[in-house]
């Protein structure tokens, strides 16, 4: 008898007897014999609570993780400050086990969440609508790329190659099947070589995709870029990082047309992965090509203010095959702990955040170069992600470190097979002066330890 | 019925929630990292609100919303079932919660295991070859399993192949993913038994056909029996057979998709696995292959040589990525833990469950709503409020008539194929009583509806907010809070 199963087995035997059948396979005659299992399934025995809690114990315990570990690595996932609070409000059971709020009147908790959360994002990105989530930052990007397809009636995209590799992976897989084709830029210095869209755009072009700040942590010049892709009628997208928008100009105000981005650093741990959060804005212009879901207000019968999905003509239940997205099922807890994540930290929680990774990468970036044994790959303003370059392979380095307990950088070679020996170096409001020098100094004696080994 | 602010008319200038520490290394000004023009000028009108201001907040709003925990939540087609607590404090655990993606291989065997033998047990649930655990919800295995699908077409060089079959009765999901990867869609009718039309089939599929989707046990809750010829119909016309898992919690021990001819499946983790629907998500749609579509997966997949779990990146035919790292690993961790507690008997014993639940509500039911297929069905059923219609009451007003009662109402109007349908999915964690309870609330709102209609179709009326009206918000569309000036 399973604790998740209420009914005994003399209760189904009673319900059993109402349908007019003895055994439970009466039930199942339907199902043609060619097509029965002739044996139980081949799984491990069932556990009760507690050899499960030793099972998965073990198994979490064969992962490093950032508890015990320093971490310096970034690339899309990162190590911020989660305040407590965020749990114990998700935690809420009647928010995590309701489903999409297809009956607003018993769903105004998460209704008004979502309502919440689309104008933060709008003000964050300083875009005028805002959905109610995608799967990450990828997927993110590769719908806006579609939907750019989509609303300016052209097939293709000029994506920067200074965008995540992996967010590049995800485009092109999209981009394959959708029909439309992706053309990717060099860099010059660390960011989008503007020479290589400027020769590449036409009246085919849909959109033009940056990042910013780009996978390498440098700012990008988005309002350089706008004028020459919305002079050849295309849609400037642009891929953020949240929390950088505390203090960077909104890509709204400088004339993005799409703003995507990943949401993990809003309360989300990293979770090797996932689940994450892929946040999307747009001007209002464009509102009727949006995919995934919306919540708008409205009133009740007696004029109350309530809150419902709207815009469903977009969708899949609705417009089946010319929906703007198949998506159904988005990423609404995480959605959720992002509301929270910024109703706590506020205007100026926020803020304080952007400013700590700001001034701890900038120190940090510092005092690698000051060791003599790192150089900078590229010249230009970061925000809390920097890359450096040594004489020692990346891996090396990393693996010498954990015995100090420290995660390293991104090996950058491993996308950018032209940047041998960098090392792309993630600094949170997380990371103590202390961490920081303790991390500066390891790094530098190991790679001097090689050096001198190479000799 | 008391409205209830927004976070942002809560704010006060000046209050906190947060604490952070001093910055501890030297400061620089920030126009001597930044260039004035990337600066913004002025904060995002994000709430300034007190810790306590928070909680109560956010509290005030989850007591607005029905979980599954608050009580019956039978919506057809999405095994609203109830979530184990213990996979929640499983899936927080540090060493999966606080890991990094990229962190060295060697240093996250833990997770990679978890992945590799969830790859094999839903391999073995299903009958397939390998499962790819990447795509984050079941929507996205669709297109995950649609490329596939194409992919193999093209590698075959059989490049005719433009159309994806699907039924009149499937959940627009299945068109629209078809749709994005690139495929058109062909519709075919059900027969009179809700059923794949045989001869409809025979008709429709060509040299052009990449493909059938299919659900089975179908949208009405009912098995094809007639999956094997389905299945040899769509093969011999060279096109792949698509499994949509959505139904699955009511065939685990009892049938598998691989064993009826399916050459790729998906799952939804947030259905058949007990994992949380969060509000709208995140779930996870694992997508399992037969042998032949192997080389097609999504990169990277998950291996185990000589003792070492790793993740191999160089699959030539891969459709490429679908997610920017592996998936919603925190969905998959719960989804885990629960197949582990359930055990092969376990499993097998929700499926039966979850039939004998539906089949007895059905029952309970059928005389007093129209039955449309008055058939035994498997893990839901869908009623008609045709009767009920004629007296002037929709399937939308009984909807919001239920919401008096306390319970989250039924999937309505889905499928399409029936006249204002009410999908019914009991689960196989709700008890006798709680059925029974539902079926004399539906008995009552029946006989409301021949004597008193009125009732019914001014629900709901102890809600927080009355009837909201759609329609407004979609010819009006505010959809966001703005700072009066």
């Excluded at chain 1, 997927?139 to 989509?150: F, K, P, Q, T, V």
């Excluded at chain 1, 960011?191 to 990042?211: F, G, M, N, P, Y």
Aim: hydrophobic letters at 40%; glycine letters at 8%.
């Amino acid at each position: 008898m399973s604790r998740y199963i209420p009914n005994t087995d003399e209760q189904q035997q009673s319900m059993l007897k109402e349908l007019g059948m003895e055994a439970i396979d009466e039930l199942f005659k339907g199902i043609p014999e060619s097509v029965r299992m002739k044996r139980k399934l081949d799984l491990p025995e069932a556990m009760a609570e507690l050899e499960l809690l030793t099972h998965m114990n073990r198994l979490a315990s064969n992962n490093r993780n950032l508890d015990e570990y320093t971490g310096f690595l970034g690339a899309g996932a990162y190590d911020h400050f989660i305040p407590s609070i965020v749990g114990h409000m998700l935690s809420r059971q009647e928010f995590y086990t309701a489903y999409t709020p297809y009956q607003p009147e018993i769903s105004q908790g998460t209704l008004q969440a979502i309502f919440e959360y689309q104008t933060m994002i709008c003000e964050l990105t300083g875009m005028e609508v805002a959905n109610a989530s995608m799967y990450d930052g990828a997927s993110a990007l590769a719908e806006a790329a579609s939907m750019s397809c989509n609303a300016t009636c052209r097939k293709e995209i000029i994506v920067a190659g200074s965008v995540h590799p992996a967010y590049r992976e995800v485009l092109r897989t999209y981009s394959k099947f959708y029909g439309s084709r992706i053309f990717e830029t060099g860099y010059d210095n660390g960011t989008v070589k503007i020479s290589d869209i400027e020769s590449r755009l036409s009246s085919d072009t849909a959109a033009v995709i940056i990042q910013n700040p780009n996978f390498f942590g440098l700012l990008e010049d988005i309002e350089q870029l706008e004028k020459l892709v919305h002079g050849k009628g295309a849609l400037l997208v642009v891929s953020v990082d949240p929390i950088s928008l505390a203090i960077l100009k909104p890509p709204g105000e400088s004339g993005a047309d799409i703003v995507v981005g990943e949401g993990q650093s809003l309360g989300s741990p990293v979770s090797f992965g996932g689940p994450y959060l892929g946040f999307f804005a747009a001007s209002k212009g464009l509102l009727r090509k949006m995919p995934g879901r919306i919540v708008g207000q409205t009133t009740d019968d007696a004029g109350n203010r309530g809150f419902v999905l709207t815009m469903q003509a977009r969708e899949q239940h609705i417009r089946r095959e010319k929906a703007t997205s198949n998506i159904c099922s988005n990423q609404a807890l995480n959605a959720l702990a992002a509301t929270i994540y910024l109703t706590v930290l506020g205007k100026q929680g926020l803020r304080d955040v952007a400013m700590l990774c700001l001034q701890k990468a900038h120190y940090a970036f510092e005092q690698l170069i000051a060791t003599g044994v790192f150089e900078p790959c590229f010249a230009g303003p970061f925000f809390k992600e920097f890359a450096v370059r040594c004489c020692m392979p990346v891996e090396k380095l990393n693996e010498e470190l954990l015995s100090s307990k420290i995660i390293g950088g991104y090996k950058l070679e491993k996308d950018y097979p032209e940047l041998a020996g960098c090392w792309l170096i993630a600094v949170t409001e997380k990371r103590s002066r202390m961490e920081i020098d303790n991390f500066v100094e390891k790094a530098s004696k190991i790679i001097e330890r090689w050096g001198r080994r190479a000799i | 019925m008391k409205e209830k602010k927004l976070v942002f008319e809560i704010s006060r200038p000046g209050r906190k929630a947060y604490s952070l520490p001093d910055c501890d290394v030297p400061e620089k000004k920030l126009e001597e990292m930044i260039p004035k023009q990337h600066i913004r000028k002025t904060n995002p009108e994000l709430p300034e609100l007190s810790e306590v201001d928070v909680v109560r907040h956010f509290t005030g709003l989850s007591r607005r919303n029905h979980g599954v925990d608050s009580g019956f939540y039978p919506l057809g087609s999405c095994t609203m079932k109830y979530n184990p607590k213990i996979n929640e404090d499983i899936a927080r655990l540090g060493g999966f919660a606080r890991v990094h993606p990229y962190q060295p291989q060697d240093t996250v065997q833990g997770c990679l295991e978890l992945l590799y033998r969830m790859d094999g047990m839903l391999s073995e649930i299903t009958g397939m070859d390998k499962v790819s655990l990447q795509p984050a919800a079941g929507a996205h295995g669709e297109m995950t399993g649609l490329m596939i699908i194409k992919a193999y077409h093209e590698y075959l060089g059989e490049k005719r192949r433009t159309k994806i079959i699907v039924p009149d009765s499937a959940h627009g999901t299945n068109p629209a993913s078809a749709a994005m990867a690139g495929f058109e869609v062909v519709e075919i009718k059900s027969n009179e038994k809700g059923g794949v039309d045989l001869e409809s089939l025979k008709a429709a599929v060509n040299e052009e056909t990449a493909g059938l989707m299919l659900t089975n046990p179908n949208t009405l809750g009912l098995f094809e029996d007639n999956i094997e010829e389905i299945a040899w119909i769509v093969h011999q016309a060279g096109g792949l057979l698509y499994y949509d898992g959505a139904n699955a919690n009511a065939i685990m021990g009892i049938s598998r998709p691989g064993d009826m001819g399916f050459d790729i499946v998906h799952l939804n983790l947030h259905k058949t696995f007990s994992t949380p629907h969060g509000g709208g998500g995140p779930g996870s749609g694992p997508v399992g292959v037969k042998k032949h579509l192997v080389p097609f997966l999504p990169s990277p997949v998950v291996e185990f040589k000589n003792g070492v779990y790793s993740l191999n990146y160089d699959l030539p035919l891969s459709i490429g990525r679908v997610h920017s790292f592996y998936g919603n690993f925190g969905v998959i961790v719960k989804a885990y833990a629960y197949i582990m507690s359930m055990g092969a008997e376990g499993l097998s014993k929700i499926s039966t469950t979850a039939v004998l639940n539906a089949n007895y509500l059905m029952n309970r039911l059928k005389e007093y709503y129209v039955l449309p297929y008055d058939n035994t069905c498997m893990h839901e059923f869908v009623l008609s409020g045709q009767r009920q219609k004629e007296q002037g009451v929709s399937a939308l007003d009984i909807a919001k008539r239920l919401l008096d009662f306390g319970v989250h109402p039924p999937t309505i109007y889905f499928p399409l194929i029936v006249k204002e349908a009410m999908m019914i999915e009991p689960t196989e964690t709700e008890s006798r009583e709680t059925l029974d309870e539902f079926a004399d609330t539906m008995i009552q709102i029946a006989k409301e509806a021949e004597e008193c209609p009125q009732i019914i179709k001014s629900a709901p009326h102890i809600t927080v907010v009355g009837r909201l009206d759609e329609a407004k918000a979609a010819r009006n569309p505010v959809l966001r809070w703005m700072k009066e000036e």
